[in-house]
C-alpha cells in the first residue's frame, strides 16, 4: 500500500452549489505527487464547476467537505493565496485583456506568485526557455493578453503561464478545445515536458484526443456531480468507442438526461 504522505491534493465529500443549485455531490478524490488524473463526462456533469472550485472561485460556493492541498484545508484561502501555494489553473476560454501587454503581464504574475521580485535577466532567460518550448515567437511579448489571439495561441499561452509559474499542481480545464491538431501536439508537447514527479495535474476534457498524447495514470467519469467510474487510460478510450451510456446503464439511470450545469 503507498503511503499517505505522497497524496499531493485530496477532495473530501465536495459538495459545491451555484447560486443556489447543488451541482457537485460528495465528490472524493485522491492525486499523488507525479501522477495525472483525467476527468470525463458530458456536457453538464460538473467539470468546469469543479476546476472553478479548487481555484476558489467566488460564484462557487462549497456548502460541504474539504479540499487539502499539501496537506492544508485551502476552501477558506482567496485565489491569489491558492496560487501562491503553487496551485495553478489553465482555463478554457481565456480572457483578453487589452491594454495590457503579454510580456508585462507575465513577469507581473510571475512577481505575484513569488510574493517578490523576478531580477529581469533571470525573467527573460526562462522567458526564453519555455518559448521555445511551446514553438512561440517573441513577437506575442508585446501583444496584448489574449487580444486577437486564435484559439490555439490562447492554450499556447496559458500552458506558457503554467510554465513559468512552476506549479505542484496544474488543473487543465479543456485545454484541448478549440485546437487544430497542429496546435494540439505542441500544447500537449508542452505538457508532457512538464511532467515530473514532483508535480500532479488534473486534466479535464471530453474527448479522448488530448489522453492519446497526455497519458493520463487515471481516469474518472463524472456525472451528476459524482464520479461514477474510475480507471486507467484504457477507460479514456473505451469512453471513445462506446460513449458514456453504458456507464449509466449500469448504474441503473439509463437514458436520463443529465441536468447539472
Do not use: C
Not at 108 to 136: C, H, N, W, Y
Not at 202 to 214: D, F, G
Not at 216 to 233: F, N
Amino acid at each position: 500500500m503507498k503511503k499517505e504522505s505522497n497524496i499531493l491534493f485530496e477532495i473530501k465529500n465536495l459538495y459545491v452549489s451555484v447560486e443556489g443549485k447543488e451541482i457537485l455531490k460528495g465528490l472524493d478524490l485522491k492525486i499523488e505527487r507525479g501522477k495525472v488524473h483525467a476527468f470525463m463526462g458530458r456536457n453538464g456533469s460538473g467539470k468546469t464547476t469543479l476546476s472553478y472550485t479548487i481555484m476558489g472561485h467566488p460564484k462557487y460556493k462549497v456548502t460541504q467537505g474539504e479540499i487539502l492541498f499539501k496537506g492544508q484545508n485551502i476552501v477558506p484561502l482567496r485565489p491569489d493565496e491558492r496560487a501562491k501555494l503553487r496551485l495553478f489553473l489553465a482555463f478554457q476560454y481565456p480572457v483578453s485583456i487589452p491594454g495590457v501587454s503579454v510580456g508585462n503581464f507575465l513577469r507581473a504574475s510571475m512577481k505575484a506568485v513569488r510574493g517578490g521580485d523576478v531580477p529581469i535577466k533571470e525573467f527573460r532567460t526562462k522567458l526564453k526557455e519555455k518559448m521555445q518550448l511551446l514553438d512561440m515567437k517573441d513577437s506575442v511579448l508585446g501583444r496584448y493578453v489574449n487580444d486577437g489571439f486564435s484559439g490555439g495561441e490562447k492554450k499556447r499561452l496559458e500552458i506558457l503561464q503554467m510554465a513559468l509559474m512552476e506549479p505542484e499542481m496544474t488543473i487543465l480545464d479543456e485545454t484541448d478545445s478549440g485546437l487544430d491538431i497542429d496546435a494540439l501536439n505542441i500544447v500537449a508537447e508542452g505538457i508532457n515536458r512538464l511532467r515530473s514527479q514532483d508535480r500532479s495535474m488534473l486534466v479535464i476534457t471530453h474527448y479522448q484526443r488530448l489522453l492519446n498524447y497526455v497519458k493520463p495514470d487515471y481516469v474518472h467519469v463524472l456525472s451528476d456531480g459524482k464520479i461514477i467510474r474510475s480507471g486507467g487510460a484504457e477507460l479514456a478510450k473505451q469512453l471513445e468507442t462506446q460513449g458514456y451510456e453504458w456507464i449509466l446503464k449500469e448504474r441503473g439511470e439509463g437514458n436520463a438526461q443529465n441536468k447539472t450545469v
